[in-house]
């Protein structure tokens, strides 16, 4: 089973920075790995996404504000927040493909990650 563990969400003031983590378990090909952010009473939703070629695709939501990137010999990926909003405010959640569902459907939706990580708020005041 691979474990996902998050860190670096809390409280920034609107136009401030974040860096997100996740690092997953070792033994297991990470064909792609990606956050998704909920807000309360909305679904969960794409934020960014990484392959193991180490492309990355955006949300138009976030594209140009957030960077994605991998340290593959840690197992860890980051998320590079910056120019935050209110709306960005949500649980954000770390998320692994190890069957290769990421490849065949496409890397922007839940249905295609089996591991997911505890989540981690992100507060963005006003």
């Known amino acids: 089973q691979v474990q996902l563990v998050e860190s670096g969400g809390g409280l920034v003031q609107a136009g401030g920075s974040l860096r997100l983590s996740c690092t997953g378990s070792r033994g297991f090909i990470l064909y792609s790995m990606g956050w998704f952010r909920q807000a309360p009473g909305k679904e969960r939703e794409f934020v960014a996404a990484?392959?193991?070629?180490?492309?990355?695709t955006y949300s138009d939501s976030v594209k140009d504000r957030f960077t994605l990137s991998r340290a593959n010999a840690e197992n860890t990926m980051y998320l590079q927040m910056n120019s935050l909003k209110p709306e960005d405010t949500a649980v954000y959640y770390c998320?692994?493909?190890?069957?290769?569902?990421?490849?065949?459907?496409?890397?922007?939706?839940?249905?295609?990650?089996?591991?997911w990580g505890q989540g981690t708020q992100v507060t963005v005041s006003s």
């Open positions: 990484i392959r193991r070629s180490d492309a990355t």
């Open positions: 998320a692994a493909d190890t069957v290769g569902r990421t490849v065949v459907h496409g890397i922007n939706s839940v249905v295609n990650y089996e591991h």
